[in-house]
């Protein structure tokens, strides 16, 4: 048996750690939703077993699958969107992580097959503009990949609506991928409240360019 390195290794347990905050964040229920991460330098990465439960997850646990989406060794089956995965890997080189969930108020907007609008400056710091809504796609292939990476062209966001069903984010790692899906159902909910009282204000497109340039360039310890 070809034991894991250590970089693969210290994956595994950030993946396990992460699945459990899409819990505690509450963007997941019983055994949906699913986060990879690619193996860094290697056509490599890793995810969520298939219908295994969040608190029966182990770093072992963890799928570790070729870019073509096949399982690379181990005995437990990868997820169902594991082919979706590999295509987003493979058509978005610089996309380390993704994550995917059936949040309730992205999930809402999807439903309706509606983007979220960008009417929040957390919205133009953390998504450049507008959440976009990609068309239906069905379960089991690349497909749902596919969508994503269409839906993402032209895009800043790094969140993506799938009409009736769900939500796709990435990142440069898998911890960036969830923290743009804690922020996809923050914003999802408090953009479907403000709507309950009227219609919200746009923001301007040169202030949402500003803002997101602050942000993603000056916020935070560099």
Known sequence: MTLPSDN??????DLVTLHGQLVTAGLVVWTAGNISQRIPGE????????????????????VLCDL??????????????TAS????????????GVVHTHSTYASAWAARGECIPCVLTAMADEFGGDIPCGRFARIGDEEIGRVVVETLAGSRS??????????????RDARSAVKSAVMCE???????ISRQLGEPRPIAANDVDALYERYQTAYGQR
């Open 158 to 171: 790094t969140a993506v609506l799938l009409q009736n069903h769900g939500v796709f984010t990435v990142g």
């Open 8 to 13: 693969e290794h210290a994956i595994r347990v």
């Open 68 to 81: 073509g989406g096949t399982p690379v060794g181990g005995t437990l089956a990868p997820s169902s969107d």
């Open 43 to 62: 056509d490599l990465f890793l995810i969520k077993p298939s219908g295994v439960s969040y608190d029966d997850l182990t770093p072992e646990a963890m």
């Open 85 to 96: 995965h590999a295509y987003i890997y493979r058509n978005l080189p610089s996309v380390g």
């Open 186 to 192: 923050d914003v999802a909910r408090t953009v479907h």
